[in-house]
């Protein structure tokens, strides 16, 4: 299997409101040799408001980005091909898992595409380096790689291992630099510990995570949520399968006392899992574990748990979770079923019943992509794909719209950056609080240049 590698650089932090724009990848055979590459700019669209403290990270130059970058729609085609490629990879990247892959599925979501099928089609696989990393730093397993310098805290930033391990990144926050960073650190992981790279592809198979977790209930979850102090791992015991959610099962975080939420509603349990630490009355245990985003999960065994204080806590946990097994089932059943809300066509991926829809109006959507001038709302069923084939037209193709057409997808954007400042999307007042915090930075001559142009740029998007 060959592997492809990849990385964004985007203008904020937020998945559905933000947006790609450079996109970098190599493509590998088993070994590593490089079959070929990518490098492909995205132009800002014209609704965007972009994050300053992002460009200051990316050193993106704007003007260079706006006159060679394509437009979206191009640039998601031009990217579910590479992905997609010809079957038979594993696409690659590193912290992958919760940013690049969420953002290549809202940006192939907002152009009419199909948001999921790059990552399984034709036999493709998906692999997070960045979750190797985490399992062998939890259990020491990564021989004598380095995480730090003496004096100085543990990092698994990219750019740091690299630095430490004298790994080849000639420029971090460049999304082709990260991509043959995160090569040379799955080689070195390859040269210190092969089996990581076996087990973490084993994972990738959902019936054999589910059966890991359902032979063996008490496990490891090595998750983020953990962080430096505890090694990024935690103790979990299964409840059962999630009430709606085929591929998912629901556990039980062994450091907490389920008797805590016995006797509460549903209502208040699912409050406290939302508050924050410092704030809540009591602690709540559920976790959710994905099969189909290779959970990072393996057997536990007390008498191999190096930690004793973890190990008896999570014995006298179990004792009780086993007591009350059932109840903590039905809670469960209760909390985890609910409706995502409807917020807006470029954030509701995840809002209704997305794949009915596009069922229904599967047709158009297939012929779409080849022509979208052509189209008009009508011509689709759902409401969704009507207002998002309005937006790709305005912000890819707006020449080609109408007078009255043009008129209203104008004020779709003057709406949108002149709004109140929300928890949605970046707005103008956001972008000006920002960028006046920002120049209170020491920042270096070459950074305040990006940054002065930068403003300019979204200046002149607020005159228009």
């Known amino acids: 299997m060959n592997y492809l590698f990849y990385d964004y650089e985007t203008t904020g932090i937020d998945k559905r409101f933000d947006q790609i724009v450079q996109f970098a990848a190599i493509k590998t055979d088993a070994d590593f040799n490089e079959i070929e590459r990518h490098d492909i700019l995205c132009r800002m669209r014209d609704d965007i408001i972009p994050s300053p403290f992002a460009f ?17 729609f191009e640039f998601s085609q031009k990217v579910n091909k590479i992905l997609s490629g010809d079957g038979n990879q594993c696409i690659t990247g590193y912290n992958s898992k919760e940013f690049d892959d969420k953002f290549t599925q809202f940006l192939l979501y907002r152009n009419l595409s199909d948001p999921y099928r790059w990552a399984w089609d034709n036999g493709n696989k998906k692999l997070d380096i960045f979750d190797i990393i985490k399992m062998g730093y939890a259990f020491g397993r990564l021989g004598d790689m380095k995480f730090s ?34 090569i040379e650190l799955l080689k070195l992981i390859r040269q210190n510990n092969p089996n990581l790279i076996k087990y973490s592809r084993k994972l990738q198979d959902k019936s054999f995570a589910r059966k890991l977790l359902m032979d063996s209930p008490t496990f490891y979850n090595i998750s983020s949520f953990y962080g430096y102090e505890k090694k990024f791992l935690g103790v979990h015991h299964t409840i059962g399968q999630h009430p709606s959610i085929g591929n998912s099962i629901i556990s039980w975080d062994l450091e907490r006392n389920p008797e805590q939420i016995l006797g509460k509603s549903a209502q208040e349990i699912k409050k406290q899992m939302f508050t924050k630490k410092e704030e809540r009355k009591f602690e709540v245990g559920f976790s959710e574990i994905k099969l189909n985003q290779s959970p990072q999960i393996l057997k536990y065994t007390e008498k191999n748990d190096k930690d004793e204080k973890r190990a008896e806590l999570s014995q006298k946990n179990l004792v009780l979770v086993e007591r009350h097994k059932l109840l903590l089932n039905q809670i469960s059943d209760e909390i985890f079923v609910h409706e995502i809300p409807f917020v807006d066509s470029d954030a509701d991926l995840f809002a209704g019943n997305y794949f009915a829809e596009r069922k229904k109006d599967e047709l158009n959507l297939s012929r779409v992509i080849n022509n979208p001038v052509i189209f008009n709302e009508n011509d689709f069923k759902s409401k969704r794909f009507q207002e998002q084939l309005f937006r790709l037209r305005g912000r890819n193709f707006f020449e080609d719209l109408n007078g009255s057409e043009k008129a ?45 142009k930068l403003n300019d740029c979204v200046q002149k998007q607020i005159a228009t």
Request: aromatic share 6%.
């Open 56 to 72: 200051r990270t990316t050193m993106i130059d704007v003007a260079d980005l706006q006159k060679n970058g394509m437009n979206e």
């Open 149 to 182: 310098e003496e004096g100085t805290d543990d990092s698994l930033r990219l750019e740091v291992l690299s630095k430490l391990n004298n790994l080849t990144h000639l420029k971090a926050h460049d999304a082709l630099s990260d991509v043959v960073a995160t």
């Open 408 to 452: 209203e997808y104008q004020n779709f954007i003057s709406s949108r950056i002149n709004s109140e400042e929300t928890d949605k999307w970046r707005t103008i007042k956001m972008f000006n609080k920002e960028y006046e915090k920002i120049l209170k930075e020491d920042l270096s001559s070459e950074q305040k240049v990006i940054l002065g």
